[in-house]
């Protein structure tokens, strides 16, 4: 039994509330456990100059820790933005690209915003999953308004991290089991299985295949779960 008396097997509880902001053209807020993160979606036409001529839309993403979002107060990246949130940023475009197709997106920038205001751990995949709410809800409205023929969205996307933790893997990792884990690894999937991307690092010792495809097992159902209460929350049928 781990520290939150959860399973091995068990999510922290998991809330999405979406159209959150006013402004954005997709919102919402996504708890994961004690884990916060405001994602939004801002579409526009400013296409990046390389695409020029390709006929493909785009879409970026920017990930930040607000001051006050961990035990310590972390400083505004005012500055530049630090290696750890580039790095962060990166795997959200990365994985949110992965679940369009950017030629029916021909015309618009999709800008995903990920502010994270309370973190316990999971901040990079609950991003994730809450960015492509807000993704899916604003090519949802480009659709409404006429802009688009039809939604770019070709699959529904999630992540979810796994660790070993005294050798035994776990599901969705809190801050205290993150900071101690042996091993720590991250999945982005979609709905149909494919690897998105994988995040695997062994932090206090090495893990094997037969452990690896345990954590594997483990994520997928994860991502099952995560992936049916967002199409409960944007109302899409099974």
């Known amino acids: ?59 970026t993403a920017e990930y930040a820790l607000l001051p006050r979002s961990t035990q310590t107060r972390v400083q505004r990246e005012t500055k530049g933005v630090a290696a750890r949130s580039q790095e962060i940023q990166r795997l959200i475009g990365r994985s949110l690209r992965a679940a369009l197709n950017l030629n029916a997106l021909a015309g618009f ?25 807000a993704l899916y809800l604003a090519m949802q409205k480009l659709v409404n308004e006429g802009k688009l023929p039809r939604s770019p969205v070709q699959e529904f996307v999630a992540a979810v991290s796994c660790g070993i933790i005294d050798g035994e893997p776990v599901l969705d990792l809190d801050y205290a089991e993150d900071s101690h884990a ?37 994520a997928k159902k994860g991502i099952h779960q995560i992936i049916c209460a967002q199409k409960k929350v944007l109302g899409v049928a099974d």
């Not at 390389?50 to 493909?56: H, I, R, V």
């Not at 010792?205 to 483990?218: H, I, K, P, V």
């Open 182 to 218: 042996d091993a720590d690894t991250n999945f982005i999937l979609t709905e149909s299985g494919r690897i998105v991307e994988i995040q695997a690092t062994a932090e206090g010792a090495t893990f094997n295949e037969n452990e690896f495809n345990e954590l594997f097992c483990l």
């Open 109 to 133: 920038n999709v800008h995903i915003d990920c502010d994270v205001l309370q973190a316990d751990g999971g901040t990079r995949t609950a991003s994730v999953s809450g960015g492509f709410v």
């Open 1 to 59: 039994m781990r520290h939150s008396s959860r399973t091995a097997e068990m999510m922290r509880p998991l809330e999405i509330i979406t159209d959150v902001n006013l402004y954005a053209e997709g919102s919402c807020l996504i708890k994961v456990g004690n884990t916060h993160v405001l994602c939004t979606a801002s579409v526009d036409t400013q296409i990046p100059t390389w695409l020029e001529g390709q006929n493909k839309g785009w879409l």
